[in-house]
Nanobody, 121 residues
């Protein structure tokens, strides 16, 4: 089973930026779709952004224009650049690895342990 390790979370003021990174431990990374989910207290885990092995991206409406997902297949990493952060972006963010071709509406695959992002003044 692949191990996914997230980093880069923290406390930031509204309007600020953070960059999350996820490192995968196993080869074959380049064929998988990677994604970031988040879960706020009392809410379901939701898809934030995803990127296929060919570089096609998906963004939730709530983060379009503010977040950017990217991947580096040579380093087995996927990143999430988060700008113009809002209070409602506060959540635990999870890295997700999923087979190629799976609908974005399905929640499956391997998960990291999560990293906390808190937006507060």
């Amino acid at each position: 089973q692949v191990q996914l390790v997230e980093s880069g979370g923290g406390l930031v003021q509204p309007g600020g930026s953070l960059r999350l990174s996820c490192a995968a431990s196993r080869s074959g990374f380049d064929i998988n779709t990677m994604a970031w989910y988040r879960q706020a207290p009392g809410k379901e885990r939701e898809l934030v952004a995803g990127i296929t092995n060919s570089g096609t991206t998906y963004y939730a409406e709530s983060v379009k224009g503010r977040f950017t997902i990217s991947r580096d297949n040579a380093k087995n990493t996927v990143n999430l650049q988060m700008n113009s952060l809002k209070f409602e972006d506060t959540a635990v963010y999870y890295c997700n690895r999923r087979p190629p071709g799976v609908s974005w509406s399905r929640r499956l695959g391997d998960w990291g342990q999560g990293t906390q992002v808190t937006v507060s003044s």
